[in-house]
């Protein structure tokens, strides 16, 4: 968001009210997205903006170039990765986001979207979300992470929309047994606008590299900016490269504009021709009837990321990088007789206090 707007993010604490649609592309295939209302919007962004940063450090080398994937990291079933009418995109990036930090302290496990959805007592989170609410509710509301093979745990509330007001699956049904305990949960943002493209870059491959994934909001202006996006995802491959920058400076429009989260999992800029970089992005729209057989598209790493709309007088960011600060307490150590804990340690993500 542009500094002109700064004012406007001073909303936390208000009633708010959210509204998600599922849209259809031209061939009548339907995808969810937000659609949140201004102030809102305003809270999401005055979030990310009141974020710690997780950036380069002043000085530090510019990552080289080359590739990585997180996504072997990530325990998912791509036909099952679909929120389906849902606009819950926010809780399945952010618990992407999470079930790769699971896997990196030592547990492969596949995480509830569900658990959130039910249980969420902020609001409906059918009807949008940001990665501030993820991180509040790990952190306020529960503190343990759920394996989706639990009773109840699986995704059910694909069918629901904002409209319907809850999710069908009542939380107390989710069994809470086992979990993996999160002993601190916060949410970071990466620098990506007011600064050089590379310098951008640079940033967002920081975190991938330190093997944390990166949560991405993008926001399209209107139906036709839409459309170019449904059309790629549901008719090309997933070698196939999308690059947002046709949408820049494009008014918002009610009803038809609005925003998306998804997860980055990794990046690939060996080629010599910067047209051929690319971010390696794990969405939750499913495999595009089989056309996305992993569910993923690649999205240019040569474009514009001070990209912004116009909603009325106010120039909003179009892209907004966040990360996830997550502790796990995996496994419990044996104990002596007596009582005193001793045994494998290395089983631990965390000392205990």
């Known amino acids: ?29 339907r995808y969810p997205i937000m659609q949140p209302d201004r102030p809102t919007l305003d809270r999401w962004v005055g ?12 000085g530090a080398p510019m990552p080289q170039r080359g590739s990585l994937n997180l996504l072997d990291h990530l325990q998912y079933t791509p036909a099952q990765h ?14 992407g986001v999470l079930g790769i930090a699971l896997d990196f ?9 569900q658990y959130l959805d039910s249980c969420w007592l902020s609001d409906w989170a059918c009807c949008g979300g940001w990665l501030s609410d993820f991180a509040s509710f790990y952190t306020f509301d529960v503190t343990a992470a759920i394996p989706w093979s639990n009773t109840n745990a699986q995704w059910q509330d694909g069918n629901r929309t ?3 007001g809850s999710s069908q699956v009542v939380c107390g049904s989710i069994a809470t ?26 940033n967002i491959k920081n975190v991938l590299d330190q093997n944390q994934a990166v949560w991405l909001a993008f926001y399209l202006a209107d139906a036709a900016d839409w459309g170019v996006f449904f059309d790629f995802w549901s008719y090309q491959p997933e070698t196939a490269i999308w690059d947002p920058d046709y949408s820049c400076g494009h008014t918002f429009i ?22 051929n970089h690319y971010w390696l992005v794990l969405n939750s729209w499913g495999t595009a009837g089989g056309g996305r057989p992993n569910g993923l598209f690649r999205m240019a790493m040569d474009i514009d990321y001070s990209c912004t709309y116009q909603w009325g007088s ?40």
């Open 254 to 275: 009610d009803g038809e504009g609005g925003g998306h989260a998804v997860l980055v999992v990794g990046y690939d800029d060996n080629d010599p021709d910067p047209a």
């Open 162 to 164: 904002c409209a319907d």
């Open 314 to 353: 106010w120039t909003y960011d179009s892209l907004l990088w966040q990360t996830l600060d997550v502790s796990f307490q995996v496994g419990e150590p044996p104990l002596f007789a007596d009582g005193f804990e001793t045994g494998d340690w290395s089983r631990w993500s965390d000392v205990m206090p």
């Open 82 to 95: 679909n929120q389906g009418n849902c606009g819950n995109c926010w809780a399945w990036a952010g618990t």
């Open 105 to 113: 302290a030592g547990v492969h496990d596949r995480l509830s979207v």
């Open 1 to 29: 968001m542009s500094t002109r707007s700064l004012g406007l993010v001073a909303v936390v604490g208000v009633c708010l009210s959210l509204a998600a649609i599922v849209a259809a592309d031209d061939h009548g295939l």
């Open 177 to 202: 047994s086992p979990d993996y305990p999160i002993t601190s949960v916060n949410d970071l943002s990466i620098t990506t606008t007011g600064v050089a493209q590379t310098t951008a870059i640079a």
């Open 47 to 58: 979030d990310y903006l009141a974020a710690p940063r997780l950036d380069l450090p002043d």
